[in-house]
C-alpha cells in the first residue's frame, strides 16, 4: 500500500515537497503526493458545486509507483467527487490501461484527457467539468468570455473555443482532436459541453477553474440585467493579463496567488474531510 504523507507535511506548499533517498526521487511519495493534491482538488471543486453528477473528471501525471515512467491519475469509474480519496484513483499507462488501483476508468475521461496530455506534455493537470456558469456561456451562440471585469481580464487571449461537439467522447481521437483546438491556451471552452483547464500544475488548475466559474458568473448577471456590459478596452485587458501573469515584482505572480489558495483550503479540508488523504 503506498505510504500516507503525514498531515504536517500537507500544511506545506506540496508542491515543492520532494523526498530524496540515496541522491535519487522517491517515487512513491512522488507518486502519493500528487494523489493526494488530485483527491484535495476532487473534494475542494465538489464543495463549489462545480461537478456534475460522477460524470466530470480531473487528471493529473505522476510518476508509475512501478518506476516505468509516468501515470496519468483519475477518478475511477461510479465515485462522487465527495467520496474521492487518494487511494481509489486509478493510474493509466500510456494504452490507458489501468496499471495502479482498483476499478475501471470513465472512457470518456480517458479518452478526454490522455488526447490532452499527449498534446500538452506541459500540462500535468487538466480539469474538465460541466460547471454552471461557464457552460451556460459555452452553449450560447457566441461563447466569447467578454472582458468586463477586472477577473475576466486574467483569461485575455487565453481561452481557445470548439464550436464541434459531436456527441460523447468515445475515442482517442476526440482527445486528440481536443488538444489541438486548446492549443497553448489555459482553458478550452467545449460548446454545449463544458469547459476543460489545463495547467502546469495542479493549484493553477484549480485556481483557473475557480476564477474562470466566477468571471463567467459575473458575465450572466451582467447580461441578465438586460443592460449593455462595460467591455474593457483591449488595451486595459492586454495590462491586465500581463499584470497577472508577468508583473514586475514576481511575488505577485499568479502562481504564488494560485498556491496560497490551492493550499490554504488544504488545510481547510485536512480538518473537516481528513479521510481524502487515505
Known sequence: MLSRIKSKALGANLRHLSTTINGSTNIISENQKARVELAAAYRLLNHYNLNEGVCNHLSMMAPAVSGQGEVMLLIPRGPHWSQVTASC?????????????????????????????????????????HMPYATAIACLMDPTVLMIHQTSARFYGNVAYDLAYSG??????????????????????????????????VSLAFDTTYYLERTCMTQVLA????????????????????????????????????DAHFYALIRKLEKEEPDFKD
Open 89 to 129: 484513483l486509478v493510474g493509466l499507462n500510456e494504452e490507458n490501461k489501468v496499471v495502479e488501483g482498483e476499478g475501471k476508468a470513465e472512457l470518456s475521461a480517458a479518452c478526454i484527457h490522455r488526447g490532452i496530455h499527449t498534446a500538452r506534455p506541459d500540462a500535468k493537470c487538466v480539469m474538465h467539468t
Open 168 to 201: 460523447l467522447a468515445d475515442a482517442i481521437d476526440e482527445g486528440e482532436r481536443l488538444g489541438k483546438k486548446l492549443g497553448k491556451n489555459l482553458v478550452l471552452s467545449m460548446a454545449n459541453h463544458g469547459i476543460l483547464v489545463a495547467a502546469a500544475n
Open 223 to 258: 447580461m441578465s440585467t438586460g443592460h449593455e456590459p462595460r467591455i474593457l478596452s483591449d488595451e486595459i485587458a492586454r495590462k491586465s493579463y500581463q499584470q497577472t501573469y508577468h508583473p514586475a515584482n514576481e511575488e505577485h505572480a499568479i502562481q504564488y496567488y494560485a
